[in-house]
């Protein structure tokens, strides 16, 4: 075998996408997995978006657009972050991307140098590493008390000279913790202490239970060192049509800008469209969506209680994070080979004798895994 790339080499895949993967091989083989392995809505995209997507195409949407994002759309986002983040930000600040992921992996590239390190609290999901690796730079991990999956002062022990970069993600996935105040205080005075640039991961922000988000940018001094990303797949189910975008400093922009003119191009032009018609239109689905996947966190939070499961303060996102005894890959795979659950170990997250259920599922299934997981419990 001819060598290839030692950096690609030393990057895990992703344990979320394999696992799904394995569960639709199952599927297909004619065994009826419940997958509850990918944190994806089950949620058709709401009309309205569908809709605006396929004007876009009668209208003729199908050249290349500007690759930052159609103004149309940044224009929409920067209006959204006014509304509902309590910061501003101009359509200059704002870059349109392929997937929340895209915009973590061009964040990462834009600001970060060989060795440069990424402080990644713990459980993280799992493109954070390899986004940092890929753009050459180092994740140093950080297990949060998991209590309540807040961030403490035993984080400052992680710092060195060589870190630069910060990732928080609230709602989390996998834990479903929203970070307190108090934690995001902590956060922005070690950023300014170290001068560090914060990557806040907000795509979660619409699906929180009886709290409220607080975006990183809001906190004083600290939109000039913060990307926040956001996108459009949790919240308005649209997953597969991979739009999401960042809001950063104008010269981050112009970093990730490049490296986007040399990689995608851009974001697909009529799904822009279809962002337009999701910022700008109808709430109202997405409230309904968020209340639906309340009504199933409590019934899968009730449920694993009653097996006797220790849950984290699923208080965001869309998944119970569910404390196991014995190896969670092991849980993992008891669970899908004999109850046919697919789950998500822990080790993926970094925070083995775990696993997460993703409740992004009807009830009527839910019921039915948790009533194939009991007898394994
Ligand atoms: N951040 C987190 C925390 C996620 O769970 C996901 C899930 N896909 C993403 C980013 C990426 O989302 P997108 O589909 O927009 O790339
Ligand atoms: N974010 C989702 C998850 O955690 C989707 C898969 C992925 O992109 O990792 O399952």
Redesign the pocket.
């Known amino acids: 075998m001819r060598s290839l790339s030692g950096k690609v080499a030393g990057i895990a895949p992703s344990a ?1 996408i394999a696992i799904s993967n394995l569960a639709k091989k199952m599927q297909r083989e004619g065994k009826d997995v419940i997958s509850l392995s990918i ?2 809505p089950d949620f058709d995209t709401p009309k309205h978006i569908r809709d605006a997507c396929i004007d876009a195409i009668g209208r003729g949407e199908t050249h290349y657009a500007q690759s930052d994002g159609i103004p149309e759309l940044r224009s929409a986002i920067a209006t959204k972050i006014s509304r509902d983040n309590r910061f501003e930000c101009t359509p200059e600040e704002v870059i349109v991307t ?7 992996h061009e964040a990462m590239q834009a600001v970060l140098n060989p060795g440069d390190e990424v402080i990644i609290p713990d459980p993280s ?1 799992v ?1 954070y590493e390899p986004c940092a690796q890929i753009a050459g730079g180092k994740a140093v991990h950080h297990l949060l008390a998991p209590d309540s999956f807040q961030v403490d002062d035993t984080i400052l022990e992680r710092v060195s000279p060589n870190t630069r970069m910060i990732v928080l ?1 609230s709602p ?2 996998p834990s479903g913790a929203v970070l307190s105040d108090a934690s995001l205080k902590l956060v922005a005075d070690m950023a300014d202490d170290f001068d560090l640039f914060v990557l806040s ?1 907000e ?2 922000e619409k699906l929180i239970y009886g709290k409220n988000h607080r975006s990183f940018a809001s906190l004083e001094g600290m939109k000039d060192r913060t990307i926040t ?1 956001n ?4 919240a308005y189910a649209m ?1 597969g049509w ?3 975008y960042a809001v950063a400093p104008p010269e981050i922009i112009r970093y990730m800008s490049k490296v986007q003119q040399h990689t995608v191009s851009q974001a697909t032009t009529f799904v822009m469209w279809g962002g337009v018609a999701a910022l700008n239109g109808d709430q109202n689905p997405v409230e309904r969506m968020r209340q639906e996947f309340d009504r199933r966190r409590l019934f899968v939070l009730k449920e694993l209680t009653s097996m006797g499961l220790a849950c984290a303060p699923a208080e965001g ?1 869309f998944y119970a994070f569910v404390r196991v005894e014995g190896d969670d890959m092991d849980v993992s795979r008891t669970w899908l080979e004999k109850a046919h659950v697919a789950v998500t170990p822990g080790e993926a997250f970094m925070a083995p004798g775990w696993v997460r259920i993703s409740y992004a599922a009807s009830i009527e299934r839910l019921k039915e895994a948790m009533d194939r997981i009991r007898p394994f419990c």
């Not at 392929?98 to 973590?104: H, L, S, T």
């Not at 996108?231 to 949790?234: A, D």
């Open positions: 979320t944190g994806e392929c997937g929340a992921k895209d915009a973590i999901w493109s993600n989390s996935n991961d795509i979660y990303i996108g459009f797949s949790k997953t991979r739009l999401g996102a």
